[in-house]
T-cell receptor, first 117, second 111 residues
Framework: GAVVSQHPSWVICKSGTSVKIECRSLDFQATTMFWYRQFPKQSLMLMATSNEGSKATYEQGVEKDKFLINHASLTLSTLTVTSAHPEDSSFYIC?????????????FGDGTRLSIL | LAKTTQPISMDSYEGQEVNITCSHNNIATNDYITWYQQFPSQGPRFIIQGYKTKVTNEVASLFIPADRKSSTLSLPRVSLSDTAVYYCLVGEGGSQGNLIFGKGTKLSVKP
């Protein structure tokens, strides 16, 4: 159980393009989803927290107009990288949590490798 | 916000037991300890979670002393496929503390 699907798994596009990444919880309802970015040989960095039906909460230094997050249902959150540039190339990973109670771990998608040319 | 400290890397051989320790001196009363495994180009995978004493599942054991200021992930009889980065997180469910990844421990298993 607790499967999180992320799509696409990789994308290559030209500079200036907007890219949408989907994160779905397949067998549970996710009250909250999280978006991370991971650069090579580094740890995961939290970008934003997404709650169904409300605006996302962004971490300091993450541009909300650059990284648009929509959490339209309890099973789907999307991250759109707008007007992507080479410095946005990274590994983007989402996670979902069934509830905010104390013993619920995050379940992660398999990530999206984004390469901007 | 409970910060965690782990060794940057560890080496082991196939068939050995591996113990990875995580320090979390500022752990709060309601915090749980969760361990994840990450392979290159994949998302982290949940391994085990505990609050106190010992927890065991089909892949690992987690030992937590009474003061809860540290925890040890124990992997019995590792294989080459256990080569990965292991992260220890401390926090309460979806709380901020449970979302901050440290540098993790790079485990290399050799034949």
């Amino acid at each position: 159980g607790a499967v999180v699907s992320q799509h696409p798994s990789w994308v290559i596009c030209k500079s200036g393009t907007s890219v949408k990444i989907e994160c779905r919880s397949l067998d549970f309802q996710a009250t909250t989803m999280f978006w991370y970015r991971q650069f090579p040989k580094q740890s995961l960095m939290l970008m934003a927290t997404s709650n169904e039906g409300s605006k996302a909460t962004y971490e300091q230094g993450v541009e909300k107009d650059k990284f648009l997050i929509n959490h339209a249902s309890l099973t789907l959150s999307t991250l759109t990288v707008t007007s992507a540039h080479p410095e946005d190339s990274s590994f983007y990973i989402c996670s979902a949590i069934a509830s905010l109670s104390s013993n619920q771990p995050q379940h992660f998608g398999d990530g999206t490798r984004l390469s901007i040319l | 916000l409970a910060k965690t400290t782990q060794p940057i890397s560890m080496d082991s051989y196939e068939g050995q037991e591996v113990n990875i320790t995580c320090s979390h001196n500022n752990i709060a009363t309601n915090d749980y300890i969760t361990w994840y495994q990450q392979f290159p180009s994949q998302g982290p995978r949940f391994i085990i979670q505990g609050y106190k004493t010992k927890v065991t599942n089909e892949v690992a054991s987690l030992f937590i002393p009474a003061d809860r200021k540290s925890s040890t992930l124990s992997l019995p009889r590792v294989s080459l496929s256990d080569t990965a980065v292991y992260y220890c997180l401390v926090g309460e469910g979806g709380s901020q503390g449970n979302l901050i990844f440290g540098k993790g421990t790079k485990l290399s298993v050799k034949p």
